[in-house]
């Protein structure tokens, strides 16, 4: 039997992603890498929570191994399976197992979607055994200590049946994400965009007043990564009204009335 192992190569980030730090997240993480303790970052969709993630593993320079969860995974999927091939039987490590043998980030991201039968075998991982039993190998393989377990979720977005058990909670420091300043986000909106200042500040004042919609009835406001779409298409020379009807109003609602509440909100900036 041949195991197959994707390599680490693979999950080398080789460009510096732009982030910007909001508070002690970049302290408390590399504290938490170097002393193996997991992590959860909470906030909401497009808050820059994977980015983040990214900007840490290029600055601590370990691979990332990025798993996004969801309803249909199973802890195969995490683990690793047999394959035929021919007349051979060969394993082929999961994302976890492969992050495990690389000493590299693991990053679980929106965890609370996966089914809760899955998430029991990250938990050998959160504790001081820092071990990951693959059953259907017979072995267990001990986390070195570059090895890190990354989760994140949205709470305002999941529901009760979807929420974090607290006996999982607490195998995790947490850091909370939220939407950057005006100032950081039209910087980001500047460097990923290509976009002129000017113009990426009134985009950013659009995002705010549109999350101020969450009190009337919108599910969530403008992220920070749809003002970079948004941004994209400005820059590439679509009429702000229209790029910000694609990005903005179609996106985050079919309510006629919050529709137009949000073209509304777009016609004073632009």
Known sequence: ??????????????????????????????????????????????????RFVSYMAYKLGRPLI????????????????????GDETIWVDGPLTAGVRHGAIVYLDEVVEARKDTL?????????????PVDRLATILKAPDSFMLVVSYNPG????IKEM????????????????????????????????????????????????LTDRGLEEGASTRLLVYCARLV???????????????????DDRDLQRTIDEIVADFF
């Not at 990025?66 to 091939?85: I, K, Q, Y």
Request: charged share 25%; with cysteine.
């Open 1 to 50: 039997m041949r195991q197959l192992t994707p390599p680490v190569e693979d999950f080398q980030i080789s460009r510096e992603p732009f982030y910007v730090p909001q508070a002690e997240e970049v302290e408390i993480f590399s504290t938490a890498w170097k002393t193996q303790v997991p992590v959860l970052l909470k906030g909401p969709t497009g808050s820059g929570k994977t």
């Open 66 to 85: 990025t798993v996004a969860c969801h309803d249909d995974l199973s802890s195969s999927d995490l683990l690793g399976r047999f394959l035929l091939e």
């Open 120 to 132: 029991v075998v990250i938990h050998p991982l959160t504790d001081d055994r820092r071990i990951l």
């Open 157 to 160: 977005y999941q529901s009760a």
């Open 165 to 212: 058990k607290p006996s999982t909670r607490q195998r995790f420091v947490s850091l909370d994400f939220h939407y950057p300043n005006l100032e950081v986000e039209r910087e980001i909106l500047v460097r990923e965009t290509g976009i002129d200042a000017e113009r990426a500040g009134r985009l950013v004042k659009v995002g705010q007043k549109i999350r101020n």
């Open 235 to 253: 820059h590439a020379g679509v009429d702000p009204r229209k790029a910000a009807r694609a990005a903005f109003t179609r996106t985050l609602t």
